[in-house]
């Protein structure tokens, strides 16, 4: 199947540059989720090899509360609207690609109820919290004798913690199921990059670009650590329960930080200096994205090309 997209337009039919639009994506199962300026869709190849694309339209905390939308509280406010379509397209992407029954003349299931949808995002924050947060500050507090000085001490803690972080990814890319999900991820950043570079949206073409990017959520998490280490330095040594109160406390802060940094990132990534500066998550995302093939970058233009409203 051949497919090619013409530049966005806006309200006036006039076509707007890609570098003037930011679109963003996620890999789910057997799809492909992107976010456009307006919409969000979400592509699933179906075990059939027919293609399932349904398209939501965009109602973000910042439209809602257009007061909060400034530093810092933007950045938790795109986290939150991230969290809550990527659980969802989660969700209708396993549902989809393991064709669960649905009525006579009904499409897929929706997915996740309610209550349900609320525990999956309470037990992603548990997961982060507790793996990346509390744990390793748990296993610094048993070193504290040897490590007398504070600033040592909170670079062992942040170097645990990056370490947790790489070793979970490593062990995730082990997985048959979550290395597919991987390609789809590389399938995603070929196809951002094709769209920002104003190439066709053709699996051909996009499959010349790197499957590493900027604006990616490894990147980001890598970030969070790296500025908690800074932050947390600050703190000092107090007793563990207050040291793990107060890590948990300023999460949402580093977090908006961190948004800020790959946001300014995103804007000046052909900079030599901010490419420098960025490349440890970018060699990261070698561990979370893999090379897809033509039906994968097929799926994630469908999906890109349905966000935009083509």
């Known amino acids: 199947m051949t497919r090619s997209s013409p530049p966005a337009t806006d309200a006036r039919g006039e076509p707007d540059s890609p570098d003037e639009i930011q679109v963003g994506g996620q890999a789910v199962i057997e799809g492909v989720v992107m976010r456009g300026p307006k919409k969000w869709a979400l592509a699933v190849?179906?075990?059939?090899?027919?293609?399932?694309?349904?398209?939501?339209?965009?109602?973000?905390?910042?439209?809602?509360?257009?007061?909060?939308?400034?530093?810092?509280?933007?950045?938790?406010?795109?986290?939150?609207?991230?969290?809550?379509?990527?659980?969802?397209s989660l969700s209708?992407?396993?549902?989809?690609?393991?064709?669960?029954?649905?009525?006579?003349?009904?499409?897929?299931?929706?997915?996740?109820?309610?209550?349900?949808?609320?525990i999956a995002i309470l037990l992603a924050l548990v997961l982060f919290l507790g793996l990346f947060i509390v744990a390793p500050t748990v296993i610094a507090k048993s070193l504290d004798r040897f490590l007398p000085n504070t600033i040592l001490y909170n670079l062992v803690e942040g170097g645990l913690r990056i370490t947790i972080f790489i070793a979970y990814l490593a062990a995730m890319s082990l997985l048959p199921d979550i290395r597919r999900v991987f390609e789809y991820h590389g399938a995603e950043h070929k196809v951002v990059h094709a769209y920002e570079a104003g190439d066709p949206l053709t699996p051909e073409s996009a499959e010349k670009f790197s499957a590493a990017h900027m604006r990616c959520g490894t990147t980001f998490v890598l970030v969070v650590l790296v500025i908690s280490v800074l932050i947390f330095s600050l703190f000092g040594r107090p007793a563990l329960w207050l040291r793990i109160v107060e890590r948990l406390a300023i999460i949402p802060l580093v977090a908006a930080i961190s948004y800020e940094i790959i946001k300014m990132a995103g804007k000046h990534e052909n900079s030599l200096v901010v490419r420098v500066i960025m490349a440890p998550g970018l060699w990261l995302q070698r561990l979370t994205t893999r090379k897809p093939d033509t039906e994968q970058l097929e799926v994630a233009i469908d999906a890109l090309t349905a966000a935009m409203g083509k």
């Open 45 to 88: 190849r179906r075990p059939s090899g027919e293609m399932f694309i349904t398209v939501n339209p965009i109602n973000t905390l910042a439209q809602r509360y257009p007061r909060l939308n400034r530093f810092p509280l933007r950045g938790i406010l795109v986290l939150v609207d991230s969290l809550v379509i990527g659980i969802k």
């Open 92 to 118: 209708l992407s396993a549902s989809v690609s393991l064709e669960e029954p649905a009525g006579e003349g009904e499409g897929p299931g929706e997915g996740l109820s309610s209550w349900e949808f609320a």
